[in-house]
């Protein structure tokens, strides 16, 4: 009977703690340039989707004007487009495939008509709420 010959470990295979400390750097480094460029394309996806919500809004106030003949007023407001106002001769809806949208930052479109800036005004006020602001917090609307 031959026995299989042994293998003698002179030592433990794995990481010392200063090989794990440089990988650790190495990638907290990594972390620091890539960071702000991948979160800074986060906030212009937002002002994007904030855009072309607005625009199919603006295409769903369209149609509802071709069948009631006039858009909705500021206090009927958007969620004329999902339930018919009370008077209103000729809605045909719902005009929204589902619930009227909340902008990226979870707040409600603002919609006002007659409009100050167009025909019909439909804003966010970006991330901060608040009117005016830079990056994120710039007003997005139909006007511009």
Do not use: C, H
């Amino acid at each position: 009977m031959l026995s299989k010959p042994s293998k003698k470990l002179t030592g433990q295979g794995g990481f010392t703690l200063m090989e794990l400390l440089v990988v650790m750097a190495i990638l907290g480094l990594l972390m620091s340039l890539v960071g702000p460029r991948v979160l800074s394309q986060l906030g212009g996806a937002k002002t994007k989707t904030t855009l072309i919500q607005i625009k199919d809004l603006e295409q769903s106030l369209e149609m509802y004007k071709l069948d009631v003949g006039r858009f909705p007023n500021t206090e009927q407001g958007l969620n004329a487009l999902m339930q018919k106002p009370s008077g209103v001769v000729g809605w045909n809806g719902p005009y929204l495939k589902s619930a009227v949208p909340l902008d990226p930052w979870r707040q409600e479109y603002n919609y006002k008509y007659p409009g100050d800036n167009a025909e019909m005004d439909i804003y966010s006020y970006g991330q901060d709420g608040a009117k005016g602001g830079d990056g994120e917090d710039s007003d997005v609307n139909n006007w511009n």
